[in-house]
Structure formats: C-alpha cells, structure tokens
C-alpha cells in the first residue's frame, strides 16, 4: 500500500506546485515627457495575459534606471536588467537578438513627420525631392535604428539623448527631428510650453520600410514564443487594432497624408524575413479611417 500511495503523493505535490513565472523588466521611460511606451505596454501586457493558460504566469517591470537605446542593447545582450526592448529592426539587430516579427505599430514608425522650429517652415515648403530634404541637419537618439536608415539615404545626422533633441530643435542646433507619425503630435504636446517655438512640420512626409518589434536575447525563445502567440491572438480577437487606432487614430487624423509630399527612402537595414507580404500587420494609408 506504501509502494501505492508514494508516487500518488508525488504526482499530487508536482500538480500544486506553482510554474515559474516569466519576469519581463522593459525599458523604463527616458524622460519625465516621454510618452511614447503606453501602447507598447499594453500590446506586452496583452500578450503575456493571453498566454497565461499555456506559459503560466508572470512579472512585468520598469528598468530601475534609464536607459538610452544603446545602453538597452547592451543590457540586454549581458543579461544585467533587462529581459525585452522595443525596436525598428535592422539587419545587425536580428543577428544579435530575437525578434518578435509582428510589427507593434502596423508600420506606422515608416511615415516620418518632424518637429522643427516653427520659423522654419518656409524653407521646409521649398522641399519638393530627397535631394532638397538632404540640405537638413537631422536628430536622432543614441543607438536608434532609424539613425542609419536616415544615414544611409544620405542625410547628415546628429545623435544625442532623446530629451534633449527636442531643445537641440528648438534653439536650431538640428533642423528637424523625424518622429513616427503616431509620435510628432504627443510629443509637441508634451514639449511645447518648454519650448515655445517648437512645431510640427507641415507639408512633408518622409517614408520607408520600418517594422517595430520587441527583441529579446537570443537565449529567451520561451519569451520569444509566448509573445508572438499572445499577439497573434490579439490581431485575432480584435484587441490589437483596438490598442492601436485608440492610440494612434488621432495622430493618423491630423497627419492629413493626402496633403502631404512623400518623400521615399530605402531602407537598406531591412532584413529578409520582414513579414512584407502579411498585409493584415500593416497600416494602409489608402483604408477607409475606422470611425
């Protein structure tokens, strides 16, 4: 009866003993006007909530210091705090990290619009080709991706810290500082009591390939597979457009894309297992705007 009951016991003990939970540590904001993680949290937190039958359960945090992109990188790669950053993709960065092939914002990051000072707007209205746009001196932060894929189309580029772009802007150390269409208009928002002269730049568009994605080490499949499952059940029960037209719509609105000037660039740092021919994963500029 003995020999009977101890692998009953075991099997009864193994059954109530809690799975380990995932603990996902996520850049912490870069500045006291940073607005720019809320729906990235969301799509995180959604995902992993939605996965919790299969993987278990789970820790989300902050960083508990701040971090620009490259110091991100390097966290990440070491294992010393962080478990997942959030990306456009390049070739460099598919090598050294897992990406998570879903595209956070449909996109959105390729249709660039700027915020410059708002006394140069008429120069920016003589913009007509790349090669005009190219006379501009253009922010971008520290590690960034869309750094080099600016560089790359042959525009001189400055790098610095993401809160101080926006002063750099401001006094015209830069002329402009492209910002994901989902971003130029909260980040006006945010900044422009401190920087009086600051505006959103009103005629251009500058687009190109631009997948954004959460990354995590090359040795955290697991987290890696739970994510994608947890989006991709999203995009199925609706939630990730709700996410993503809830934070973006407004923006996309005032962008007034019929009225711009496209100005195209290459994206060189696209890698070859970007999900292109998914159309569901994208933004289409020509759709009908939901109501």
């Given amino acids: 009866m003995r020999i009977l009951l101890l ?15 995932d603990e996902v540590v996520y850049p912490a904001p870069e500045g006291a006007a940073d607005v720019r993680h809320d729906d990235k949290l969301e799509f995180l937190r959604g995902a992993l909530e939605r996965t919790k039958g299969a993987y278990g359960d789970y820790r989300i945090r902050p960083a508990s210091t701040v971090m620009n992109k490259a110091r991100q990188l390097v966290s990440l790669s070491t294992g010393q705090e962080l478990t997942l950053t959030w990306s456009g993709t390049t070739l460099q960065m598919e090598r050294d990290f897992l990406p998570v092939r879903i595209p956070l914002r449909k996109g959105l990051g390729g249709y660039r619009i700027s915020l410059i000072a708002q006394e140069r707007q008429a120069a920016f209205d003589q913009v007509h080709s790349l090669q005009d746009l190219r006379r501009f001196v253009i ?45 130029a208009f909260e980040e006006y928002e945010a900044n422009r009591a401190a920087i009086p002269n600051l505006a959103v730049e009103e005629r251009l568009v500058i687009r190109y390939d631009n997948p954004y994605y959460f990354f995590v080490s090359r040795q955290n499949v697991r987290l890696a597979r739970r994510l994608e499952q947890g989006l991709r059940l999203m995009i199925k029960d609706g939630s990730f457009d709700e996410i993503f037209w809830r934070h973006n719509g407004e923006s996309i609105r005032k962008a007034n894309l019929a009225g711009r000037r496209v100005i195209a660039i290459p994206n060189r740092q696209l890698p070859p297992l970007t999900p292109l021919a998914d159309k569901s994963l994208w933004f289409d500029p020509m759709a009908p705007l939901p109501k």
């Fill in 7 to 21: 692998p009953l016991l075991c099997m009864t003990l193994l059954s109530l003993t809690p799975r380990a939970e």
């Fill in 139 to 183: 922010g971008q932060g520290k590690g960034w991706s869309s750094a080099d894929v600016l560089q790359e189309a042959g525009f001189p580029v400055v790098t610095s810290n993401y809160d101080s772009l926006f002063r750099m802007v401001g006094s015209r150390r830069i002329d402009m500082f492209p910002r994901g269409l989902h971003e």
